[in-house]
């Protein structure tokens, strides 16, 4: 008997999933503002790398963080180092890292997918989806509370990491 690679081990009700999606995309609008409020400072342009970040609470259904990170160019047209920013109160605010209890990367041969918030239990990755994606307002990288199961085994290889800014500097950014 063949063991499925990976197991949903938490699935919303349709109502469930349908305020989730709206609470997402309420906080990429945050995400948009946050973009925007960057470009007037003059601390990003359209050739920036940049990513929207959204992370919701594993525990509810509510989103906790809404954040972009991004890295420019300098003049002679090297990177600069990844920055992080968030709006507080109405106020742009530098973050160093983004809280995480951990991520890893998993590549299944075909597809590649990260969890957060991962443990792990003999053969098997325990954790909360990681969805990257592009959007119309660029790429999209929301770290859900969609809760699953991986079979290690099944994987061809599989990258842990400490923080989200560790992550976004080695494999996204």
């Not at 041969?109 to 098997?124: A, K, P, Q, R, T």
């Not at 325990?126 to 991986?150: A, P, T």
């Amino acid at each position: 008997m063949s063991k499925k690679t990976i197991t949903v081990c938490s699935e919303q009700g349709l109502l469930g999933r349908g305020l989730y999606k709206l609470k997402v995309n309420a906080a990429l609008k945050e995400c948009s503002k946050i973009k925007e409020t960057l470009k007037k400072k003059a601390l990003i342009d359209k050739d920036d790398l940049n990513i929207n970040i959204v992370v919701s609470d594993p525990v509810d259904n509510e989103i906790k963080g809404k954040y972009v990170a991004y890295k420019g160019y300098n003049r002679d047209g090297s990177l600069k180092p990844l920055t992080i920013h968030t709006m507080e109160n109405g106020q742009l605010m530098k973050v160093k890292d983004i809280e995480s209890k951990g991520i890893m990367n998993i590549d299944l041969y075909d597809e590649s997918i990260c969890i957060h918030s991962y443990s792990i239990h003999g053969n098997y990755a325990e954790g909360y989806l990681v969805w990257n994606e592009k959007g119309k307002d660029g790429y999209i990288m929301n770290f859900s509370n969609q809760k699953v199961k991986v079979f290690l085994k099944n994987a061809n290889d599989h990258k842990e990491y400490n923080s989200v800014t560790e992550f976004l500097n080695k494999d996204i950014l």
